[in-house]
């Protein structure tokens, strides 16, 4: 009797510390991202993409692609009166580096916001960090504005299904997290430089942040002592390797994209800004702290503390304490834009 043996090099012991020693993980979030030293990275498939939808009785959703990115947008049904919606530009969070405008938790975040504020929304998808470090997703937003006032010069006969029910004169710019960071460099570009005359007829009424991710090198009280629960949206530890993978190679948390802090405030030319927060949000201080950067810079600051929830509560936590706070929020957003669409 022959016994044949089968030679697999993989289990030859050499091999595996060789493949072990040349490729390493050099960057990782536990169960979110992994970041291999060859440039492979890896995204387990945490939250569902979902197809927009076009069978709701009080909302249309579709995807557009322009400048080699795409969008989703939601127009909800127009009143009857035929007046025209006002228009929100809004960039999902994650980091700089996850996420997707098709992310079940932000279509049906907001399906339901563009419904209940009564506005067109326009969810940019973006390009990620780290294949594309900052400042890829600021210029994907200016990008984004740009299609947006292409669209509102068109000829009436020419507006399709929601171009023709927006009113691109009334615009605000959003997101949560790191979109709410993208939102606020994105409009601070647009009202730098005579940019904002240069995509007229589009007018930037408002920028919503909901709890904007900033950071910086000194830590703050809640970023040193707020407890996280175990399924928290974001912790420290989190956050930096988020900064990390997401500012130009060699940069730190001082960075101006980080640390608005530490950038030229006294230039900053914005209109109306609304910054939601949480109280359990180690985003908490730093949130606090651009209401105050914001205010010295003489801007028209509204901020609202939503209490005992911590971030991303209105996208991934639906409990019983989020769910009102998350209606809360809404209603500010609401009334933040029709308290400054005539302005």
Not at 260 to 286: A, H
């Amino acid at each position: 009797m022959v016994t044949t043996i089968s030679y697999d090099p993989r289990q030859n012991p050499n091999n595996v510390r060789k493949i072990d020693h040349d490729i390493v993980v050099v960057e990782e979030i536990e169960g979110l991202i992994k970041v291999y030293n060859n440039g492979h990275i890896e995204r387990p498939p945490i939250i569902p993409n979902v197809p927009p939808n076009n069978s709701l009785p009080h909302l249309t959703s579709k995807d557009i692609i322009f400048h080699n990115l795409w969008s989703r947008i939601y127009l909800p049904n127009p009143p009857t009166n035929n007046k025209k919606l006002p228009l929100l530009v809004y960039f999902h969070g994650g980091g700089f580096s996850l996420g997707s405008a098709a992310w079940k938790c932000y279509h049906d975040f907001l399906s339901t916001l563009a419904s209940k504020i009564g506005a067109v929304i326009v969810s940019v998808n973006y390009q990620l960090a780290p294949e594309n470090r900052l400042p890829a997703a600021y210029d994907d937003g200016f990008h984004a504005i740009t299609w947006l006032k292409n669209q509102a010069i068109l000829n009436p006969k020419e507006q399709n299904w929601w171009s023709s029910k927006c009113n691109f004169s009334n615009m605000f710019i959003g997101g949560d997290s790191a979109g709410a960071n993208i939102a606020y460099h994105v409009a601070i570009r647009l009202n730098n430089n005579n940019n904002n005359n240069n995509i007229k007829p589009l007018c930037l009424k408002g920028v919503i942040l909901i709890q904007p991710f900033f950071g910086g090198e000194s830590r703050t009280y809640s970023e040193k002592y707020s407890v996280q629960p175990p399924y928290s949206a974001l912790n420290l530890s989190a956050s930096d390797t988020y900064w990390r993978i997401a500012l130009p190679v060699g940069s730190n948390r001082d960075h101006p994209w980080c640390n608005p802090r530490l950038s030229d405030t006294n230039n900053i030319k914005l209109p109306s800004v609304l910054i939601c927060i949480s109280e359990m949000d180690i985003l908490r201080d730093r949130n606090l702290e651009m209401c105050n950067v914001l205010g010295e810079a003489g801007i028209k600051v509204e901020k609202h503390v939503y209490n005992g929830v911590g971030h991303a509560f209105h996208i991934l936590h639906n409990s019983p304490l989020s769910q009102p706070r998350t209606q809360d929020m809404m209603t500010h957003l609401k009334a933040f834009i029709y308290n400054n669409n005539n302005q």
